[in-house]
């Protein structure tokens, strides 16, 4: 392939380093030194609904345009059976009654049988993954007049083969809008199954919310998240989950922004919108990608406190995205969206008896979630958005001084908008600045130490965004290299090293749907029926699942190791698990061995647990061989408190020793 003939030769060039450097002989980790405290916060996640990450991926809805609130309204439904004619299926519109959910499917049906007059639903990007023995819940909303058609639903695969089936007769007919449900098991998988919906008999019967949903969802929460999806998330016990991104935050203009208050209450009157990953890429068309929030702010603070992370919400500033419309709202009539944060932090943290502590009391959640941080804008820049960051300070800190506000820094971490607006944010006193970096391999080496001058006395830096960009032709899944997890575990130990002024980190985006991709590289990798973690993935987690409670220092000739011979090396005492948790990174092409003695502890185990991750610069994980870049466990012997340890080529090595 071209991408690794592009790659190769960069290595060749002298990309990595080479074998022949002067090489430190010993490295030397003083656990009594402390070098600043490590945020609980640390290592955390990011989600946005990017690459199918909510709809067709972690909400586990698999019928695409439920409530046919798409741009074309059928948009993923079509007509089934000789007995449907003009006219016979309308899509109406409620508007006056109901602006947040307007249409609806009206089916008028003569005398039909079944098999002569339904409608099918393709699915999320190729279709509805379905396993064997598995239990799946169907439902919709209906209104009629009297009772007078069955409907039988089925889940067929690809050779139309039924692979369960179901059937209701809609009993109220009030004329006001029901409910109904019913279940049923498949009796074999499909990868991609589609849903028909077969009438029978006679009448008018409106139908809403038409939906599936599979039993084994996350915590068994009917209409929930994908169980596998988000135990990849749990494994790494991140510090916190930053929601709901990312560039939709922003939207294309201000109208397409997204806005949390219509997120919550009962789902069937949250109100849909165009997802920006629709049109932003000509080259990854995606015109079904829509944000039916079915996941909405709820679920996300319910996500956080699921898996013990700290919620990080970001709100609208006012600006739309800067590289698209650049909509501002003028200053003069910012305080609705001052007040969306205001109440937001209400919602979260308010008792039950306030305004928007009640809402959230009633979708059943009573105790506060004790939200912490919030962000306002993503990646907006120049002097509109200084403008509009110090009115919400103002307004946030007068109301609520505990709430640590996060601040944007731009889209880069080296250029004029980012050098004026750490500028401006340090002279605010912003309690965190949010900085973004995609770069390539070689500038997440050349940076390790880039935060080992900042102020620790200022701001609070957030890592808000990152992920080491391969060059060459490599696309989707293709870009997620052990090169680039190898580069971002180098970056990682300075962040590590530099937690007195890093308090939070997360890697981005988090998901990826292999047919239904807009960014690359990207965490995880799923598809309808599986899931794997990248290189970087487990990266991320042996970071975030050893992240200790203080820097010590670890040094070789007296100097942290950022680079010097290739090799990279942090270090970090849990004073909680007694333990002392060393992270070495080798960028050689050729083994390195090194003496790592450890200072200021009485007395150390005999063993320490050693994990290594390492592969050639090419390889990669896939849904065909997940398992291709993972860590191995070995013991590694101490000789009193000094071990040898030999790291391989192009490694990655933590090395984990209990003391008394």
Not at 572 to 580: G, L
Request: glycine content about 10%.
């Amino acid at each position: 392939m071209k991408y690794k003939s592009n790659l190769i030769a960069l290595l060749l060039a002298g990309t990595f380093f080479s074998a022949g450097a002067q090489q430190p002989e010993v490295i030397v980790v003083n656990a009594a030194k402390s070098e600043g405290k490590v945020s609980p916060t640390m290592w955390g996640v990011f989600f946005e609904d990017i690459n199918m990450g909510a709809d067709g991926g972690i909400y586990a809805e698999m019928v695409k345009n439920r409530s046919f609130e798409f741009l074309k309204p059928l948009m993923g439904w079509s007509v089934k059976g000789k007995k449907i004619g003009e006219g016979d299926l309308l899509v109406q519109n409620r508007q006056g009654a109901n602006l947040a959910n307007p249409r609806y499917l009206r089916a008028t049906i003569k005398g039909a049988a079944k098999g002569e007059a339904g409608i099918s639903n393709e699915g999320f990007k190729g279709g509805m993954g379905v396993k064997k023995g598995l239990k799946y819940d169907f439902s919709l909303l209906y209104r009629q007049q009297s009772p007078g058609i069955t409907l039988h639903v089925e889940l067929l695969d690809e050779g139309n083969i039924v692979l369960a089936r179901g059937s209701m007769k809609p009993a109220d007919a009030s004329g006001q809008w029901k409910s109904q449900e019913l279940s049923f098991i498949a009796d074999a998988t499909a990868a991609k199954a589609k849903l028909n919906i077969w009438f029978e008999g006679n009448g008018v019967l409106d139908m809403d919310m038409i939906s599936l949903f599979p039993e084994d969802t996350w915590k068994g929460r009917k209409k929930g998240m994908r169980r596998d999806m988000i135990q990849m998330l749990a494994d790494m016990k991140p510090g916190f989950i930053r929601f709901p991104g990312g560039c939709i935050v922003e939207g294309i203009d201000l109208a397409n922004r997204y806005q949390w208050k219509k997120t919550i209450g009962p789902i069937e009157e949250r109100q849909l919108i165009m997802n920006r990953w629709n049109v932003e890429f000509n080259h990854r068309p995606s015109p079904d990608y829509f944000q039916t929030f079915g996941l909405g702010f709820f679920e996300y603070f319910q996500l956080a406190e699921d898996i013990g992370a700290a919620a990080l919400p970001i709100l609208n500033c006012g600006m739309a995205c800067q590289f698209n419309t650049a909509e501002v709202v003028a200053l003069d009539q910012l305080d609705p969206y001052i007040q969306d944060a205001l109440d937001l932090i209400e919602f979260a943290n308010g008792d039950a008896a306030s305004e928007w502590g009640k809402v959230r009391a009633s979708m059943g959640h009573a105790e506060p979630f004790n939200m912490k941080y919030l962000g306002v804008g993503n990646e907006n820049w120049g002097p509109q958005y200084i403008e509009r960051a110090k009115a919400f300070q103002q307004a946030i800190k007068a109301k609520y001084p505990e709430i640590n506000l996060i601040f944007s820094s731009g889209t880069g971490p080296d250029n004029d908008e980012f050098r004026y607006l750490d500028k401006e944010l340090r002279g605010m006193k912003a309690d965190i600045i949010d900085e973004h970096y995609y770069r390539s391999p070689e500038w997440f080496l050349k940076n390790a130490a880039r935060y080992d001058n900042y102020d620790r006395q200022g701001a609070k830096i957030f890592a808000g965004e990152y992920a080491a960009h391969i060059k060459g032709d490599a696309t989707g899944s293709n870009k997620n290299i052990w090169q680039a997890a190898l580069a971002e575990a180098a970056f990682m130990t300075g962040l590590e090293r530099n937690a007195a002024v890093v308090n939070m980190a997360s890697y981005a985006p988090l998901f990826a749907n292999t047919e239904g991709w807009q960014w690359a590289p990207d965490l995880i990798w799923v598809d309808n029926m599986s899931i794997y973690g990248t290189p970087n993935y487990y990266v991320q987690k042996l970071f975030s699942t050893n992240k200790g409670t203080q820097v010590s220092p670890a040094l070789a000739d007296g100097k942290s190791l950022s680079g010097q011979d290739g090799l990279y090396v942090s270090a970090v005492v849990d004073s909680i698990k007694k333990e002392v948790i060393v992270k070495l990174v080798n960028t050689n092409t050729t083994e390195r061995t090194k003496q790592v003695t450890f200072e200021g502890i009485k007395k150390l185990a005999a063993e320490g647990k050693l994990t290594t991750v390492k592969g050639d610069l090419l390889d990669q994980n896939s849904i065909a061989k997940p398992s291709n870049i993972v860590p191995s466990e070995s013991m590694l012997k101490l000789k009193g408190k000094n071990t040898t340890l030999k790291m391989p080529a192009n490694s990655f090595m933590m090395l984990k020793v209990s003391y008394k």
